[in-house]
């Protein structure tokens, strides 16, 4: 059985392949006593500039390699950012169990059974009181608070010290759903912590994260004063937000509508698990609306962050096909913008505000939303709590993370015993030192709709090159037999130039094709490669002179 060469004989590895310097694709790594223990399997949501791409996952390599040490994946909470690349995993790597608890169980159960190629390893649910004995370690769980039910940080009991991963949490004094368990934070700060890794995201906000049952209020109280039809949207995973909107219709005699198939299933998930409990009659299908007036009802729907094929934005174009707005609406945002989401969220607002239907976003007239990651007095009362000896921020862009490190220092925390790291990057821990141990391989991994699997930089190069300076074809007949042109050229350009007005143009570039097709067929040394890269250098350049543009330029021979 191979080792990590980069530790020890009796250091313990820490890395993540993905959630350092980014929010999303979490995947991290504790390497003890030669055994991998993986800790989530997120992916990450495209920026625009990634085009036609789904997902972005982590390269999954170095598991790949190792994969006989793995003793398992271990799932923190419900979130695909968290759990959203595990059919992508076991499609690569074989996993012996997934450890999981709560609702994470259902979500990855609907997740699995999307995909049909994979091998199901055995899903493990734990309980916060479970614990879990593997060679020299012992997997302790300690519940925390965050915006989607079941959300449990690790601790990792070694002859070193103990390992405390948080997971994604906030403190919430008043929380909806079952309380955190801070006895047993304190606790670990008693014992004594070796290392903590902490949730970095809200690590540059100062102000305090409000509870989600001051949310539930606002909501009911929105719903009370609303007149006509409430159109709400929220993140499907946000169960407990689900079911206060539920609440405050049946408080307002709504009927509840749901649309986005995300939505149906997180519904169907927590009424299952017990966190979504409509009275009965209270769900209704989308097929009973029109049997009730606008304003006995509450249609539910994904889109809060403006995806261009969700419901709440094909409603605002007026394309859903159930769903058309009406004066006297009201759309209600309960969520925040993603990092990078504000402008189809706002162009989503634009197009309801068109429509004459009044809009509610959070801000200070309305809370229709909270954070369900803590801020800065939130990590400093953990930091406190816990009183970890060594400290690596995680699940952060990189100003997060050093903005973490500050705050850890300020807890006490020695700067020398801070590490901020990149996906990759391996820490090695003993009881008495935390040093870079040097890099393992970590990168993106892009999936597309086509599902085959990795999107090559090159690809997303090509799908740039297309979409900012065009395609421009040309089509040779070649008579094989005579080694000569049957017709003349034929010009396709699609988002280059337009056909119709530049005819000289292209009667020139063909002209051109033409008379270097007719010198290089009789030739020798003709051959059909070399023919098709010396038309690709004439053009880029002919047409790089007279447009300042470089399209991509695509040759087809058809020979006869």
Known sequence: ??????????????????????????????????????VDAGILFPDDDLLGIDYVIPDYTYLKENEERIVGLFITHGHEDHIGGIPYLLKQVKIPKIYASGIAVDLIEYKLGEHRDIQMPKIEEYKSYYTYNFKGVELSFIRLNHSIPDMFGFVFKTEHGNLFHTGDFKIDYTPVGPHAEYDKLAQLGKEGTLLMLSDSTNAEQEGLIQ??????????????????????????????????????????????????????????????????????????????????RL???????????????AALSRIANGSHRQIKTVKGDTVIFSSSPIPGNQDPINKTINLLFRNDVNVITHGPIADTHTSGHGSQPDLKLMLTLVKPKFFIPMHGEHRMLKHHKQLAVDCGVKPENVLIMDNGDVAAITKDTLRHAGRVQAGDVYIDGTGIGNIGNSILRERKILSEEGLFSIVLTIDSNKKQLVTDPTVISRGFIYMKGNEELTQSLSNDVKKLVQSELPKKSYNELNLKQSIIDMLSQKIYDITLRKPMIIPIFMTL
């Open 1 to 38: 059985m191979q080792r990590n060469t980069l530790l020890n004989t009796d250091e313990i590895g820490v890395f993540a392949l993905g959630g350092l310097g980014e929010v999303g694709k979490n995947t991290y790594v504790y390497e003890i006593k030669d055994q991998i223990f993986i």
């Open 211 to 292: 509870s989600e049952s001051k949310v539930g209020k606002s909501i009911n109280e929105l719903f009370t004063r609303i007149p006509g039809r409430i159109i709400i949207a929220t993140f499907a995973s946000n169960l407990y937000r689900i079911q206060q909107i539920i609440a405050a219709s049946e408080l307002t005699g709504r009927k509840v509508a749901v649309f986005g198939r995300s939505m149906e299933r997180a519904i169907e998930a927590g009424i299952q698990s017990g966190y979504i409990k409509p009275k009965k009659g209270t769900l209704v299908d989308p097929e009973e609306l029109n049997k009730f």
């Open 295 to 309: 304003e006995e009802t509450c249609i539910l729907v994904t889109g809060s962050q403006g995806e261009p094929l």
